[in-house]
């Protein structure tokens, strides 16, 4: 009986010790591991004299525009240029047929030798009745007339002399020459086709693209901060093309200033219109192309800087990640200030020698622990804008 006693004991002593082991390791299974240290890439932001260039998209306009149309009616006879080439002042562009418009100068001219012919002999006549007259053998009265026909025909020369003007300036319109250097667009009308009746007929268009234009739209915020922050009264202005369209034109950004601000704000857009003009002396830039027009404000003031591509954003607002005291992540809600494709204006939410996560954003929540490394040098604002220099891009 002792024995079987024992044996229970055992058993059960056995069972309790079973028991307590699966309630260690059950206890252990719950309670979850915190995770390794997440590795970022951190920068240390600080208040910063950083040029302020704003970015906008805007398109390119010809600085003139002058559409060339046929002044008077007739066959297109010439067409002396080819589509698209530079063209100078004064340079011969189309014919006109010129038969009718010179008969007309003959004509005049005919009319002129003729009345001036009658001029002459009514001179005659006057120098011929003077001494008659004097001497009471011929009528005052046929002296008078022949003075009268004298001016008459006088008067009739002077039109003579306007009407071949006015022919001859007709006629001039026949050979259709370029009002202003430029480059010319394609013929509108083809040799053979009849021009100029009851219409001045487009022939071609010639834009002037050296300087260009380059209109943009600001909102009203950012037309206040140009007012606010500019150093110079003429603020410097750069175009550059989009990268995808960098194997057409060269990628070399284009200089120039802001030479025009509306005087209004669109109400449906809350936007103000504005205008860069631009050197294009190799005339590469063509007007209606899509561009980043560039527009410098300041380097004078000191603003806190991030990249705009470390910024995340949800219900409560814009936030970013900084590395804490105790090496965690914690997130700082912000006020957004003006940007550009480089940097952010950090208006508040940021002190000075934040260190700021720009790596990992996917993994990082609050309170996590991070292992930073420091990349100010190489990914700063500074680094960035400094390498963009480089590029020829900003």
């Not at 979850?32 to 590795?39: D, H, S, V």
């Not at 050296?210 to 007012?227: G, T, V």
């Not at 700082?332 to 003006?338: D, M, Y």
């Amino acid at each position: 009986m002792t024995c079987y006693f024992r044996l229970i004991t055992l058993f059960l002593g056995a069972c309790i010790t079973l028991s307590g082991c699966s309630t260690d390791k059950k206890n252990e299974q719950q309670t979850p591991k915190a995770p390794p240290p997440l590795p970022v890439e951190t920068i240390t932001v600080q208040k910063e004299k950083v040029p302020i260039w704003l970015e906008y998209t805007g398109k390119t306009e010809a600085t003139q525009r002058i559409d060339v149309r046929a002044r008077v009616s007739g066959t297109l006879e010439q067409v002396l240029f080819k589509d698209g080439e530079a063209v100078s002042k004064g340079q011969k562009l189309f014919t006109i047929e010129k038969d009718t418009y010179q008969a007309a100068v003959d004509q005049a001219k005919a009319k002129l030798e003729h009345d001036q012919a009658s001029l002459s002999l009514a001179i005659t006549d006057v120098e011929r009745y003077k001494p008659l007259v004097a001497k009471d053998l011929a009528p005052r009265a046929t002296l008078d007339q022949y003075k009268a026909k004298v001016n008459e025909l006088q008067a009739i020369i002077k039109s003579d002399h306007a009407a071949i003007r006015e022919a001859e300036l007709t006629l001039s319109y026949t050979d259709v020459v370029a009002p202003a250097s430029g480059r010319a667009g394609r013929r509108q009308v083809d040799i053979g086709n009849i021009v100029g009746y009851g219409e001045q007929t487009l022939l071609t268009t010639i834009i002037f693209d050296d300087p260009m234009y380059a209109y943009f739209n600001p909102s009203e915020e950012d037309f206040q901060i140009m007012r606010q922050h500019k150093t110079e009264q003429v603020m410097p202005a750069k175009i550059r093309i989009p990268d995808n369209r960098s194997n057409l034109i060269t990628r070399e950004a284009y200089s120039g200033k802001v030479d025009f601000g509306d005087n209004r704000v669109d109400r449906m857009t809350g936007t103000i219109t504005m205008r860069a003009i631009v050197s294009n002396k190799q005339h590469d830039l063509l007007e209606g192309t899509f561009v980043y027009v560039n527009v410098f404000v300041t380097d004078k003031a000191s603003f806190l800087m991030i990249p705009p591509g470390i910024v995340l954003e949800d219900q409560q607002g814009s936030f970013v990640y900084v590395v804490d005291k105790n090496g965690k992540a914690e997130r700082k809600n912000i006020k957004r200030g003006f940007e550009s494709r480089f940097y952010l204006a950090v208006n508040e939410g940021l002190e000075d020698g934040s260190r700021v996560i720009i790596s990992g954003l996917q993994k990082v929540s609050p309170g996590r622990a991070v292992t930073a490394r420091d990349v100010t040098e190489t990914k700063g604002v500074q680094a960035v804008m400094k390498q963009q220099d480089m590029d020829g891009e900003q």
